[in-house]
């Protein structure tokens, strides 16, 4: 999968990307990410990629001319372009998974007060990550590279993901690890007994037990 972020902060994805499964996906050749700084693109001699509001009002808005054109030059048909914005849909596991066998995602930041309505005729998909505004959609994007990437066949065993949170609209079962006995808190018999059809039926119960209780919402679908 090849992604293109287009942001005016690159750096800011920096360490992101240099550590862990990420970096690991990325030097097994499964993901490669580009970061265009679509600052490069404006036609304004002076480099300017906002202007103030028609009708008026407070702060900057980001034009259309340099993020037509770099999503016009990098866009292919195997391309899918997303918007990050708090007014998109909310994103969740499910989306993640639809998105990873996508061969290209153009993932477009917006930043300061907002960006010129007409942008989004040229996406395909717009994600909030959540009912919150951040200062810019850096950070969605970050959000969505990750949860994708790990996602992506070969970058992780796929029974690790079949037993996320989320997988089939339940929470994830309780673990547990050495010691047997941590401060007075004893790890559940089932898991030493070696019976894994009990321990199998145990982690079923405790999902959808603590899904009941903190996500009723999720077992409605
Ligand atoms: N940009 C600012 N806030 C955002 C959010 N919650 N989701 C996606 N992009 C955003």
Not at 102 to 119: A, T, V
Not at 169 to 190: A, F, I, Q, S, W
């Given at each position: 999968m090849?992604i293109?972020i287009l942001t005016l902060f690159?750096?800011?994805?920096q360490?992101v990307f240099?550590e862990?499964?990420?970096?690991r996906?990325?030097d097994?050749?499964k993901?490669?990410i580009?970061?265009i700084?679509?600052r490069d693109y404006?036609m304004d001699?002076?480099?300017?990629?906002d202007?103030?509001?028609?009708?008026?009002?407070?702060?900057?808005?980001?034009?259309?001319q340099?993020?037509?054109?770099?999503v016009e030059?990098?866009?292919?048909?195997?391309?899918?372009v997303?918007?990050l914005?708090?007014?998109?849909?909310v994103y969740?596991?499910?989306?993640?998974y639809s998105?990873?066998d996508k061969?290209?995602i153009?993932?477009?930041?917006?930043?300061?007060?907002?960006?010129d309505?007409?942008?989004?005729?040229i996406?395909d998909?717009e994600?909030?990550i959540?009912d919150?505004?951040l200062?810019g959609?850096?950070i969605p994007?970050?959000?969505?590279?990750?949860s994708i990437t790990?996602?992506i066949?070969g970058v992780i065993t796929e029974?690790?993901?079949l037993?996320?949170s989320?997988?089939?609209h339940?929470?994830d079962?309780?673990?547990?690890?050495?010691p047997?006995?941590?401060?007075g808190?004893e790890?559940?018999?089932v898991?030493?007994?070696?019976?894994h059809?009990?321990?199998?039926?145990?982690?079923?119960?405790e999902?959808?037990?603590?899904?009941?209780?903190r996500?009723?919402?999720?077992?409605k679908?």
């Amino acid at each position: 999968m090849k992604i293109d972020i287009l942001t005016l902060f690159p750096d800011m994805f920096q360490g992101v990307f240099e550590e862990s499964i990420i970096k690991r996906a990325i030097d097994l050749g499964k993901v490669e990410i580009h970061l265009i700084n679509f600052r490069d693109y404006t036609m304004d001699p002076h480099k300017k990629v906002d202007d103030t509001p028609y009708g008026g009002g407070a702060g900057m808005v980001l034009t259309c001319q340099p993020i037509f054109d770099c999503v016009e030059s990098i866009r292919t048909d195997d391309s899918l372009v997303i918007l990050l914005t708090p007014d998109g849909n909310v994103y969740s596991q499910e989306v993640a998974y639809s998105l990873r066998d996508k061969k290209h995602i153009i993932l477009i930041c917006g930043h300061y007060e907002g960006f010129d309505e007409r942008i989004r005729s040229i996406c395909d998909m717009e994600i909030s990550i959540g009912d919150y505004v951040l200062t810019g959609g850096e950070i969605p994007a970050m959000v969505l590279v990750d949860s994708i990437t790990r996602l992506i066949p070969g970058v992780i065993t796929e029974e690790s993901h079949l037993n996320d949170s989320f997988h089939d609209h339940l929470l994830d079962y309780p673990t547990y690890t050495k010691p047997r006995v941590y401060k007075g808190m004893e790890v559940p018999e089932v898991l030493i007994s070696g019976d894994h059809q009990k321990i199998d039926l145990w982690r079923r119960e405790e999902s959808i037990k603590k899904t009941q209780l903190r996500r009723p919402d999720l077992l409605k679908k």
